[in-house]
Nanobody, 125 residues
Framework: QVQLVESGGGLVEPGGSLRLSCAAS????????IGWFRQAPGKEREGVSC????????YYAESVKGRFTISRDTAKKTVYLQMNSRKPEDTAVYYC??????????????????WGQGTQVTVSS
């Protein structure tokens, strides 16, 4: 059974940093692409970043490129999202998602079937 648990959310001041974790169980990261998505109040869920099952393909949305970094630790079965230089518009519930797929990681939410429960991130002074 595929399970994903996000953690690390919280309140951070603009310009600050935060690292989210996505702990996976029930499957091996070597066969699954992992995506990070976020949803702000009243807005559609949007893709933030993803990493392929091989770890060799990584994608970032333009809005976070240069500020966010996705990484993974296959031994710990955890995927991370390091978020630097936070902006108020980064405030959202952040979700990780998993999909068994080789090649490039999927960029849209519709391509993922397994989701975590989400973690709230608030950027405010």
């Amino acid at each position: 059974q595929v399970q994903l648990v996000e953690s690390g959310g919280g309140l951070v001041e603009p310009g600050g940093s935060l690292r989210l974790s996505c702990a996976a169980s029930g499957f091996t990261l070597d066969y699954y692409a992992i995506g990070w998505f976020r949803q702000a109040p009243g807005k559609e869920r949007e893709g933030v970043s993803c990493i392929s099952s091989s770890g060799g393909n990584i994608y970032y949305a333009e809005s976070v490129k240069g500020r966010f970094t996705i990484s993974r630790d296959t031994a710990k079965k955890t995927v991370y999202l390091q978020m630097n230089s936070r902006k108020p518009e980064d405030t959202a519930v952040y979700y990780c998602a998993a999909e068994p797929r080789p090649g490039r990681c999927p960029k849209t939410q519709y391509e993922y079937r397994s989701w975590g429960q989400g973690t709230q991130v608030t950027v405010s002074s």
